[in-house]
């Protein structure tokens, strides 16, 4: 087998299993994450919340993170790079959070970021591959332990303090994050950052108010605008890395293999939320980018229109789930969600149906989430038609 097919292969195979166990995430509306005993066993009995200790204080997730990434950026300038090092580093520092997330999530991140990086110091997987998946795996593994914190938080809502602590781990994770989401901003001229601090900002007047069901919509916003990002970095025209690995493909095959790396690596974070409500498109984005297609036929515009129909599904479900829970406070979240869902194809649905027809849609989301908060029916069977139908048109229009 030559280099360039062994290590094609190896990134397959890692593929197709990190797909198949992030199938079982479970991610929308309110429902909490069923604790296994390993999550119960998270933290020692000696550094337990009461003593002021947590996560991110007992380890320099963001340090032992930086050196690695530079470890393996060596690869771009033409350098070596010591695996055995990331390997170190990895292992020590940040296989255990983790081994954390995966146990709670039933994922096997840690699995793939072990089996890539033996592939780089064995010569069997290209360096800078490898640090595509190390550092897109390991910000699934971020964006998750800040799910978590905010999980946390809402089990223990009845002590304030220790609600508090856990926003400030997530504010701690996220600020790992936020260079991604700053660099969509301005590739896209979005204002993430901003919504996820207003969102931080408003879950903090909740804990102060009382208030769990603000807190709860700050944390949709957080999550979806994540989500954005993650989608913006992928699939999204033009600056998506489906659009760039295409583009590279025309010059340059192993730069272009790099980029669709990169463009797999980044939707690990949100295909198994599609797939939950849009299967097929959530697979066929996975085949695209996987290594073993040939680069030079992956299709751009093709990946993000399975992107539109697929973020339309899911926010068709979510008005479903908010008819179903009509009343409750999970009806005012869905409601929350199949907006973010709406706003994260924004600039997709002025493409394909016209900037009116986008204002349109975001003015009846509008109006049915405040229904919703309102209990009022009447008033959001009035909109709700509508916007089902704008989304199937949505659906129709970037087949």
């Known amino acids: 087998m ?14 197709l299993a990190l797909g198949a166990c992030g199938q079982s995430e479970q991610t929308a509306g309110t429902e909490k994450e069923n604790k296994t005993a390993a999550e119960k066993q998270e933290k020692p009995n000696t550094e337990t919340k009461a003593e ?26 033409g350098g070596a790079v010591d695996f055995g090092k990331v390997e170190s580093i990895y292992k020590e520092t940040l296989q255990p959070l983790v081994q954390k997330r995966d146990a709670e999530f039933e994922d096997a991140v840690d699995e793939h970021i072990t089996t890539a990086l033996a592939a780089g110091k064995d010569g069997s997987l290209e360096p800078l591959v490898v640090k595509q998946i190390f550092d897109k795996l390991m910000q699934k ?40 989401v700053e660099k969509r901003d301005a590739a896209y001229g ?65 730069e272009a293999k790099v980029e669709q790396a990169e463009g797999w690596a980044f939707y690990q974070s949100v295909y198994p939320y599609m797939k ?59 409601a929350l969600e199949g907006a973010l869902f709406i706003h994260m194809i924004e600039q997709d649905i002025k493409t394909l149906l016209g900037d009116k027809a986008y204002a349109d849609l975001n003015d009846q989301a509008t109006r049915y989430l405040e229904a919703a908060k309102a209990k009022n029916k009447a008033e959001a069977d009035k909109w709700l038609p509508q916007i089902e139908a704008a989304l199937q048109q949505v659906i129709q229009k970037a087949n």
């Open 52 to 77: 002021g200790e947590n996560e991110q204080a007992e380890v320099d997730y963001a340090g032992a993170f930086s050196a690695a990434l530079a470890e393996l950026e060596k690869a771009k300038q």
């Open 190 to 254: 979005t204002k993430l950052a901003d919504a996820i601090n207003g969102a931080f900002a408003q879950m903090e007047q909740a804990v102060q108010n009382d208030d769990a069901l603000s807190f709860a919509l700050g944390k949709q916003v957080v999550d979806k605008t994540l989500m954005k990002t993650f989608y913006l970095a992928s699939g999204a025209l033009p600056h998506g890395y489906a659009a760039k690995a295409a583009a590279a493909a025309k010059e340059n095959a192993e």
């Open 276 to 334: 939950r409500h849009a299967a097929e498109e959530a697979d066929y984005i996975l085949k695209q980018f996987d290594l073993q297609t040939d680069v030079k036929t992956l299709d751009p515009k093709a990946v993000n229109h399975a992107f539109v129909r697929g973020w339309a599904k899911v926010a068709l479900h979510e008005y479903e789930e908010s008819q179903e829970n009509w009343g409750q406070d999970k009806s005012v979240i869905t």
């Open 141 to 180: 593994a971020f964006y998750t332990t800040i799910k978590h914190e905010f999980t946390e938080a809402e089990e223990h809502w009845a002590d304030k303090e220790e609600v508090k602590e856990e926003i400030e781990e997530a504010k701690a994770f996220y600020a790992i994050l936020q260079p991604t």
């Open 2 to 15: 030559t280099l360039k097919w062994k290590w094609l292969a190896v990134f397959a195979v890692a593929a």
